[in-house]
């Protein structure tokens, strides 16, 4: 998809927009998971979360290739429209982005305080992403896909940054909501040459990327009603889903609660807000806790763009835990 210099030109852009985002040491991390943990935290870059780096390399492209271009549209569930919103912002583009209709409410104020034009369709993501297909179609837009390899090679510089500074993580933790998070960590660490295991992470309640990664082709389910939206995906894509077969280890599935104890042990134990896709590496790792005794495990907190409620019912909730599933 791209070779080391081309990663590394997506790195450039990226660095003229933002800074490299940390990648921290938590100690009560380390004690709770009984291993060596390191958290790259793209929860810290100017939109909460790392799709903006996709968004800035996508643009970058686009208007060296198409100046002329009218405007951009794609659909989300609300990182992907930041990412865009925020780029087209840096290169004077307009960008229409479509929502579901339920869709976060803080989210959606966020892509229209970054500029987006935001239309609500649908119930869920898949029928705001046809809508937005059709819309480009009659006003000459622009359509971005949620996975397209101009963001993967964007996203792929959170790896290369982590990579780069740990390089002997044994096991890497990515959430999986339309691949391109863990395509870019699984492409970033091949051009490397590391060894670190990719693991990939889904909710029990949209798992159509493990189901997918098992059955060796697509499958789509028929809701994604996960409580993380941003892996609240019913079609796999068939590219990323080539890549995270050849690349990943395994998928591991989470349900909603067990993403709700890594939300709250982030906010005890490093003081920082995740998302639920940004926690779901967290209970990811919290579930093979056995299998990761001793190792140096990498958790890739994707983003902290958590509705104010829905952070509030995640941290008062109980939550039921097996022995080796240690709650707050």
Known sequence: MFDLSQLEHAQEV?????????????PLLAQRLGASVIVKHENHTP???????????????????????????????????????????????????????????????AMQAFGAELIEHGEDFEAARLEAIRQAEARGLEIVPSFHPDLVRGVATYALELLRTAPDLDVLYVPIGQGSGICGCI????????????????????????????????????TGNTR??????????????????????????????????AVRAYWTDTHNLAEGAGAAPLAAALQEKTRNRGKRVGLILSGGNIDFDLFQKWIAQEVVTTPDRMAV
């Open 228 to 261: 993380a939206d941003g892996m609240a995906t019913r079609v796999p894509d068939p590219d990323a889903l080539a890549i995270i077969a050849k690349g990943a280890s395994r998928i591991v599935q989470v349900t909603d609660d067990e993403i709700g104890a």
């Open 47 to 109: 939109i909460g979360a790392f799709k903006v780096r996709g968004g800035l390399v996508y643009v970058d492209r686009l208007k060296r290739e198409r100046p002329g271009i009218a405007g951009l549209t794609s659909a989300t569930r609300g990182n992907h429209g930041q990412s865009l919103a925020f780029a087209a912002g840096r290169y004077r583009l307009p960008v229409t982005i479509y929502v579901p209709r339920g869709n976060s409410v803080e989210k959606n104020r």
């Open 14 to 26: 990226v660095a003229a927009a933002m800074p490299p985002t940390p990648a921290h040491a938590w």
């Open 187 to 222: 492409l970033a660490r091949d051009l490397l040459g590391r060894k670190t295991e990719v693991v990939g992470v889904q909710s029990t309640e949209a798992p159509s990327y493990a189901l997918s990664f098992a059955a060796g082709k697509i499958v789509s389910t028929e």
